[in-house]
């Protein structure tokens, strides 16, 4: 998989793990011949990855600072399904610009080499990679929360 950003996401902390994009972000990668862009808007709530905080602690890493783009993509993905459900600015297509959908295999493999993008640990990375395959299924499509307002 190849995966490519121009920057880091802008966000602001809004409570705890909370953020919010303060401007609209995209990413672009391409899995098995196929190319995929997500752009996330302005405004877009998002808590850091579907990944259990034990794991985070077990793994060594937080879901903040250079990986927070691997956290954005892959909670945009789980909470819209794919993309299935995105709405309020939220996209995902191909090059052509046509609307197109990922399964949770694919949003997950994006994480992970999200965070290898970012220059994260190999191990750390593939830690954080297995526990969203073990136990992600459990918030994949649900709705997205709102978060804490500001």
Same mark, same amino acid.
């Given at each position: 998989?190849?995966?490519?950003?121009?920057?880091?996401?802008?966000?602001? $902390?809004?409570?705890?793990?909370? @953020?919010?994009?303060?401007?609209?972000? %995209? $990413?672009? #990668?391409?899995?098995?011949? @196929?190319?995929? !862009?997500?752009?996330?808007?302005? /405004?877009?709530?998002?808590?850091?990855?579907? $990944?259990?905080? !034990?794991?985070?602690? !077990?793994?060594?890493?937080?879901?903040?600072?250079? !990986?927070?783009?691997?956290? +954005?993509?892959?909670?945009?993905?789980? %909470?819209?399904?794919? /993309?299935?459900?995105?709405?309020?600015?939220?996209?995902?297509?191909?090059?052509?610009?046509?609307?197109?959908?990922?399964?949770? @295999?694919?949003?997950?493999?994006?994480?992970?080499?999200?965070? +290898?993008?970012?220059?994260?640990? %190999? %191990?750390?990375?593939?830690?954080?990679?297995?526990?969203?395959? +073990?136990?992600?299924?459990?918030? #994949?499509? @649900?709705?997205?929360?709102? /978060?804490?307002?500001?």
């Amino acid at each position: 998989m190849n995966v490519c950003y121009d920057k880091q996401p802008a966000d602001r $902390v809004i409570d705890g793990p909370w @953020k919010e994009t303060t401007e609209g972000w %995209r $990413v672009r #990668w391409s899995h098995n011949g @196929k190319t995929r !862009i997500l752009f996330v808007p302005m /405004g877009r709530k998002y808590d850091g990855a579907s $990944v259990p905080r !034990i794991v985070w602690s !077990i793994a060594g890493i937080r879901p903040d600072g250079e !990986i927070r783009a691997a956290s +954005l993509a892959h909670d945009e993905l789980y %909470r819209t399904e794919g /993309g299935r459900k995105l709405m309020g600015g939220g996209m995902l297509t191909n090059d052509n610009g046509n609307k197109v959908f990922v399964d949770r @295999k694919e949003a997950d493999l994006l994480f992970r080499e999200l965070m +290898l993008f970012a220059t994260a640990p %190999r %191990r750390q990375s593939y830690m954080a990679w297995w526990a969203v395959r +073990l136990f992600g299924w459990k918030y #994949w499509g @649900k709705d997205a929360p709102s /978060g804490p307002t500001p």
